[in-house]
């Protein structure tokens, strides 16, 4: 998209005398619209002097960068295509944590369809045999609109240690995308959910955590659920550590980890990765132990590859690296006195409008220095 003018510049300016712009142009986009992840890129046909971006629209956020966000990942989608409660594929892997061991579990998920009131039961890790467990992670939608996220571990005496994990209601929607960490210690265990931004639950564990064999997911009674990330690490990571992880809700590839030298698995859901992933087989991505996806006993084979969380993108550092300015309804405009050809906008949380006004020179777009590095290409 090329912003026009209103009015043609009048005054030559060389690019070695930026400190003397006289210029009369002033071009404009109205009401351009972005829609919610969605990027759209605007061209000047001109170096620009300065450029004004005013968000009109109500709610959300509208997003000022000056390169693309990238590409978006995928996710890995679990459905229940025939309704009876039970979701078409599973897969299990090995976790192998001896007695007392440690270690973190991180998941990246989002439920589809019509989330019901009550107990969804999520994954678990089997102990000695039917209906015993070492992990079983639920979630409880409460009639009140807040969600509980249970986690029941059990101890090396063989006793199960909850952790309730309570957000209160309006605070978290199941339906998008959340992020949940399990940190276990040798002592004790952590939950998170969204790194911090839902608090912290804790509890202690005596004589650590009973062993940790395989991890099966689902469990009985799951809806339909997107899985974007899970990795496995062989230590309980700290708070830092975790909201490193989390990193806002943005990607961050976690070979770029602090704690990378813990990492012992990874598995990114990805078909769009070299070598990509398959609704049959996900790679492990850090180890060496992949994930065969299964069909359930009398079930279709439905997974299907689907959008991932809205700033889960590769091939940029724009919101990895939090190079991008926000506007919202509290601060819905800016005006920046920079020397650019082009800028983005992108959206969240809704479609976004937005009208941009540019003041620009005469040189030549071609003419602009070709900048490069750290800061500037992202």
């Known amino acids: 998209m090329s912003l026009k003018e209103q009015v ?16 009369s142009g002033v071009p404009h986009i109205s009401s351009l619209t972005v829609a919610t992840t969605a990027e759209e890129k605007i061209s000047f046909p001109t170096v620009s002097k300065n450029v004004v971006i005013n968000k009109t629209s109500t709610g959300g956020e509208l997003r000022v960068h000056f390169a693309s966000e990238g ?95 309570v957000v209160a209601a309006g605070d978290i929607d199941l339906a ?4 949940y ?23 202690s564990l005596t004589g650590g955590v009973a062993p940790v064999t395989t991890m099966v997911f689902p469990r009985n009674n799951t809806i339909p659920v997107s899985l974007a990330q899970i990795t496995l690490w062989d230590k309980g990571l700290t708070d ?26 990874w598995y990114a859901f990805d078909n769009t990765a070299t070598p990509a992933d398959t609704t049959d087989l996900i790679l492990d991505r850090h180890g060496s132990t992949d994930i065969t996806v299964n ?19 590769t091939g940029s550092n724009v919101v990895g690296g939090h190079h991008y300015i926000t506007l919202t309804d509290g601060s819905p405009k800016i005006s920046l006195n920079l020397k650019c050809t082009r800028l983005f906008l992108s959206a969240r ?25 750290s800061g500037i290409d992202e």
Do not use: C
């Open 71 to 165: 590409s978006a990942k995928p996710a890995l989608d679990f459905r229940d295509v025939n309704t009876n409660s039970v979701l078409d594929n599973f897969f299990t892997t090995p976790v192998n944590v001896p007695s007392g061991g440690t270690f973190t579990i991180e998941w990246w998920f989002k439920f589809s369809g019509s989330i019901p009131t009550g107990q969804i039961s999520f994954w678990n890790v089997p102990h000695a045999g039917p209906g015993t467990f070492t992990i079983n992670a639920k979630i409880v939608n409460n009639a009140n609109g807040s969600v509980t996220f249970r986690t029941d571990l059990k101890d090396s005496t063989n006793v199960a240690r909850r952790v309730d994990s």
């Open 8 to 23: 043609p510049n009048v005054y030559g300016v060389s690019i070695n005398s930026v400190g003397s712009y006289r210029v």
């Open 240 to 265: 830092g550590e975790v909201f490193e992880l989390y990193n806002g809700g943005r990607w961050k590839s976690p070979k770029n980890h602090s704690a990378v030298s813990n990492l012992t698995n």
């Open 176 to 179: 998008d995308w959340n992020h």
């Open 295 to 313: 069909d359930t006993s009398g079930e279709a084979d439905t997974a299907i590859f689907t959008d991932g969380p809205a700033d889960f993108l």
């Open 181 to 203: 960490v399990m940190s276990v210690d040798s002592g004790s265990y952590k939950v998170y959910i969204n790194g911090s931004d839902m608090g912290i639950s804790s509890t």
């Open 349 to 373: 949380d809704g479609t976004q409008k937005a009208n941009v006004t540019a003041g620009l020179t005469n040189i030549p777009s071609a003419r602009m220095f070709a900048l490069t590095g």
